[in-house]
Nanobody, 113 residues
Framework: QVQLVQSGGGLVQPGGSLRLSCAAS?????????LHWHRQAPGKEREFVAT????????RYADSVKGRFTISRDIAKNTMYLQMNRLKLEDTAVYYC?????WGQGAQVTVNS
């Protein structure tokens, strides 16, 4: 059974940084699975943020976060990360990791001065 457990998030001022983690169990990153980050802001639909292939490390980003966010993974730890820099007010949302049909529990990211 695939399980994704998230950590990280919190409150940060505009221009600040946060890192999210997503620890996976029930499968190995060496199987080269596509893993994703999505987010959902209040009153809005869930939207794509970034994707990485777990073995090959190929990445893709939404235009809104390109150049500010970095998705990465640690194969040995079976964990995926989202490093978020130069955060903006509009990045405020609940962030979810997902892959193989499973979703993490979500992590609140609030950008507020």
């Amino acid at each position: 059974q695939v399980q994704l457990v998230q950590s990280g998030g919190g409150l940060v001022q505009p221009g600040g940084s946060l890192r999210l983690s997503c620890a996976a169990s029930g499968f190995t990153f060496r199987s080269d699975t596509a893993l994703h980050w999505h987010r959902q802001a209040p009153g809005k639909e869930r939207e794509f943020v970034a994707t990485i292939t777990s073995a090959g490390g190929i990445t893709r980003y939404a235009d809104s976060v390109k150049g500010r966010f970095t998705i990465s993974r640690d194969i040995a730890k079976n964990t995926m990360y989202l490093q978020m820099n130069r955060l903006k007010l509009e990045d405020t949302a609940v962030y979810y990791c997902n892959g193989l049909g499973s979703w993490g529990q979500g992590a609140q990211v609030t950008v507020n001065s």
